[in-house]
Each structure stands twice: as C-alpha cells, then as structure tokens.
C-alpha cells in the first residue's frame, strides 16, 4: 500500500509540472511580442485586442511633365503621350497598390493655360509643367497624395499654382500644400504637414501647426522640402529644424529636396529621414539610386498606443533599358546593390553607390 502510495504521489507530481508547462505555453503563444524601429521590445499585444494597422508609403520628387512643357521625340512629355499613365510607375505600383495611402511630392505645374514662365534670380533655372490630364498618372498608380509645397509649383506665378491646386482636387487626389492634411482609417487619424522648409519662419509656422493639430490626431508627420542639392548629408540648419519638429510634438520627419539620398536618424526614440531623393524624374539625375520609404503603424483602440516599424525598399531611378523604359523608377533586386543603399541610410557609409 505505501508504494501505491508513493507512486501515485510521484504520478501527480510529474502530471502537475506537466500542467504548468501547458498552461505557460498556451500564455506564450497566445501573446506576439511587437519590435519598434530600433529592434528594442517594445510592447507585448494579447491577441483578441482591437488594432488598426495602416501602411504609408513616401517617395521623394516627382516629376510629371517637363522642362518648359515641350513635347519632343525622346523627352519624358513624349513618353507620357505615348503611353497608357500607369506607365511611369508600372515598375513599383504594386507595392503602392499594398499600402493604405501613398503620399509623394510632386515637383511641376499642372495648367492647361499658355503661361508665362515666373522670373528666377538664379541660374541654371528651370520650369516644368504639364497638361492637367496628366494627373491622371498619380490616379493609376495607387498614389492618393501628392504635396505641391516644393520650389517647382509656382514656376508659372499664382495661377499656375492655383490651376495645379484645382486639378490634383478635380482628379480626387488628396492636396498637399498650406493647410493640415488629416489621413484617417477606422477612426485613427494621421495629421500629415506638407511644407516648403527654406527658412526659419517657414520652420516655425509648422511649429505652430504641429502644436494646433496634435489633440487633433493620433500621429504627426512632417513631410518637408528643403536642404541643398546634391549633398549626401543634411545641413547643420535642416538637422535643427527637424529635431525642432521632434521636439515640439512631431512623431516622424520625411524630407524631399536634394534629389539624393540623405540618411535616416533616430532622435528621441524618433525616426527623421533627410531625404527621399528624386524618384520619377524623367531619367534625370546624377545618382541614380532612390527609395520608397514605409511606415506601418498599429494603433492599439484599447490601450491607446501606436507602435512604429518601418521598410526601407532601394529603387533605381531609372534604368538601362532601351526606349522609355530607361527613364521610370524600378526596384533595385540585385542584393549587393540594395545593401549599399540601406547601409548609407543607416550611416554606416558616405554613399549610396
């Protein structure tokens, strides 16, 4: 009897450690461990809990249309009217088809109007524009908005800007330019300022509009325009004023510009990415590397948290395909060549090439 006894001890002993391990496993599996941008734990999600996730993508200065208008066997206005207008971006709209907005800076003048150019105190000088049909390009490749606050748009004075206004809004685009732009999904709200970023006063009425909209919204981003061209590095100026927006409540930097790439920063647990670079541009450019930038935000409705990851994906901006081929962006998928580019992104080389 005292061996039963025994054994049945040692049986209930052995089926208890069983239990508890069970028990712990299913408490693991039913819990996902979310990393931030950083790769530093971040929050522990129990499945069963509401969250919203929404996917942005950003791609730098693009260009739909040309120097002065001018339509001539071989320039970009001849390859858009001799192609369907998903074809400037046929080589990456899947990826904004994927995403929830696609947000990009469009550097020309949209106007049906003859026009006289604006007068420039600087030279070389350039204007671009483009007939307003051919908004239509940003319609059929899943790109939902296009910011106008760039050094382009008043090219053709206060009515080139005002008709380039009318015919992003008429072609049911969402405008990026003076005012907030609110980017909502299932009650979360995304506050996106569009801004020229030239000067200090430009720097602080964003200020002043981070500050009015931030009760307003769930997540503020700056998408600026500014720096120097052609510069691998931010200017000690624009550092500032991107670590100002930071500072002041913003909760991520974009910057457009330079038509090259300039690296991403984390600042106080926050994301700035310099520069974009150029991305359609008609072939143009002395560096042909770009990117599309991603943000994937999860908004958790119950604990009122917002987690942040995202994806770097280097793009050429054009290619060396024959005919109108070499003058559209494509995503870069030779392994090496993509390294460099996220390798200069991250500040571990001088450059993307």
Known sequence: MKKKSTLMSVLLFYVGIILVILASSIAFFNREVIIDQVGVLNTIKTRGEKIVNIKLSFIGDSLVGSYLGQNYRGNFRDLLENNDYSFSYKNVSDIFKKDDYTIANGENVFTDKVLEPSIKNHNPAYWYYAP?????????????????????????????????????????LILGAEDPVILEKSGIRIGLLCINLFSRFQYENCVNDIKKIKDEVDYVIVYFHGG?????????????????????????????????????????DKTIIYSLGSFLFGGAGLVNRTIIYQVNLEYNLDRKSMNFKDNIIPCYLYTNKPGYESMIPSVITDISEKQKVLDFMNQLTDSPI
């Open 132 to 172: 307003t049909r051919f908004t239509n390009v940003y319609n059929e490749s899943s790109i939902e908005v296009v910011s106008i606050m760039n050094n382009h748009t008043y090219d053709y004075g206060g009515i080139g800007y005002s008709d380039t206004k009318d015919a992003i809004r008429n072609a049911g």
């Open 228 to 268: 120097v061209e052609y510069l691998f590095y931010p200017t000690n100026e624009i550092i500032e004023y991107s670590h100002g927006f930071i500072d002041n409540g913003a909760d991520l930097v974009i910057g457009a510009h330079p038509h090259v790439l300039e690296p991403r920063e984390i600042y106080n």
